[in-house]
Every structure is written in C-alpha cells, then in structure tokens.
C-alpha cells in the first residue's frame, strides 16, 4: 500500500511540474530544476552599445635618478651590555669609491676579535683580522627566569 500512494504521489508532482526535463548529456543546463518551481522568466537584456575605445599608450616617465660623483658617509656604533656580555662596535667611512673600517666582537672562547676593512675599485675587498685576549672572564648569556 505504502508503494502504490509513493507511486500516486510522484504521479501528481510530475504532472504539477510540467513533467521532468531530462537535459541532453554534456549540456551546460545539465540539472533540472526542482520539482514543483516555476521556469525562470525571460529577462530581456539591453543591447550591448558600441563605444570607440582609442589605443592604451603607455606613457612612462623617466626614473629620476640622483647621482652623486663622490659619496660620502661615516658612522659608528658601540654596544657594551653588561647583563648579558654582549661587546661589539662597528665604525666605518666612505669617500667617493675608497671604504675603510673596522668591528670587533667578544667571541665565545674569551677572545676578542678585530677585523680591518678597506675597499676600493683597484685593489677590492680587503680584510686583516686579529685576535686579543682579554683580561676578564666574559659573562654568559643567562635565560630570564619566569615565574607563573
């Protein structure tokens, strides 16, 4: 019994929907519409209208470019952190193509090392490095303690 008012009931909603579209394979309308909706209504769609479009020309301006014939710049930095016994300091200089300059750092094992710089266009880069023990112990890094 349960069948046949299943089979009544598909009956009557094929038949309110106009029956079932079954859409040509491969169409791109490959899903019919629910059971029971109306078809979308034609909209009329407004005539494209044509407009003259003129050629982009791309116009790009020249980069401006400042040129300096003969650079000049100096600058120097020290760091001396007691807490976590960081010591190093960088000073360098230039004048027109000629760099000169010189750090120095505290390296793990005690020793302090000191490099040399010079730059130039004919003889390039060049560096003397030297290495100097110092006179105390070199305080280790020590990882704050948090407390929760």
């Known amino acids: 019994m349960k069948v046949l008012i299943l089979a009544a009931f598909l ?7 106009g029956g079932l579209a079954v859409p040509a394979p491969y169409s791109p309308y490959a899903y019919a519409r629910p059971l029971g909706l109306a078809a979308p209504l034609a909209v009329a769609r ?73 730059a130039d266009p004919h003889n390039g880069f060049n560096a003397v490095v030297h290495k100097e023990p110092i006179g105390g112990v070199v305080a280790k890094a020590v990882a704050p303690a948090y407390l929760h």
């Open 11 to 17: 009956a009557v909603c094929r038949g309110a929907a």
């Open 46 to 118: 407004p005539a494209l209208a044509s407009y003259a479009v003129a050629p982009a020309i791309a116009k790009v301006a020249a980069p401006v470019e400042e040129y300096d014939p003969n650079p000049q710049y100096s600058y120097a930095y020290d760091i001396q952190d007691a807490l976590t016994g960081d010591s190093k300091s960088q000073q360098e200089s230039r004048s027109g193509d000629v760099v000169q300059g010189s750090y120095s750092l505290v390296e793990p094992d005690g020793t302090r090392r000191i490099v040399e710089y010079t």
